[in-house]
């Protein structure tokens, strides 16, 4: 049985914030090859859910990246410096080009589904390190879970701000399913 992760659950991995306003509620994926969630509004940070991402082809990552205050996207090497640990794994650290669930969240059955919390630190901030952490679950019934911290590191693209993130496959190919929902934190 597929789970759904609420607006209320662990609201706690928000932070020190205030009031939260709600941005976008269940918003499909679609069908393309890619989908992007801007950070509208002016907030310090935001909190972003992924429901059931899905696709129909084998063998496939979520991936990640942000786009910088032009909109380009920010795909350099050692652009994000990341770090994840899963249950069953010690934990990893990587800089890369992107930012991914560790593992293959699609391999054989057609259920499988990925599933997201993440806070976004400071990405409209001209001034601050863009960083994010997150807790994601993903495999037929969830079976795989972990948590993860990253942030774009000032090395490689200096401190600026983030217009949107946008997730795709790490082997190409469609989304098949699921939703976002995005709250601003003041």
């Known amino acids: 049985m597929a789970s759904t992760i609420r607006g209320n659950d662990n609201f706690d991995s928000a932070g020190p914030f205030g009031a939260s306003t709600l941005i976008s509620d269940n918003v499909s994926v679609g069908t393309g090859a ?3 969630v801007s950070f509208s509004g002016n907030y310090r940070a935001y909190r972003l859910i992924l429901n059931g991402i899905y696709s129909n082809s084998n063998f496939q990552q979520l991936v990640w990246r942000y786009t910088d205050g032009s909109g380009n996207n920010m795909t350099a090497s050692n652009t994000y410096a990341f770090q994840y640990a899963m249950s069953d794994y010690t934990l990893r650290k990587t800089n890369d080009d992107r930012m991914t ?6 391999q054989i059955y057609s259920t499988e589904r990925a599933y997201i919390d993440m806070v976004i630190y400071n990405p409209k901030s001209s001034t601050e390190v863009t960083t994010q952490k997150g807790t994601f679950w993903f495999g037929i ?8 911290t990253s942030q774009v590191t000032s090395q490689t693209y ?4 983030n217009n949107s993130i946008y997730f795709y496959h790490s082997q190409g190919g469609n989304f098949s399913g699921g939703t976002y929902s995005l709250w601003g934190l003041n």
């Open 34 to 36: 890619t989908f992007s």
């Open 101 to 106: 669930i560790p593992e293959y969240y699609r």
């Open 141 to 148: 019934d969830n079976y795989y879970s972990g948590n993860f």
């Open 158 to 161: 200096g401190i600026g701000a």
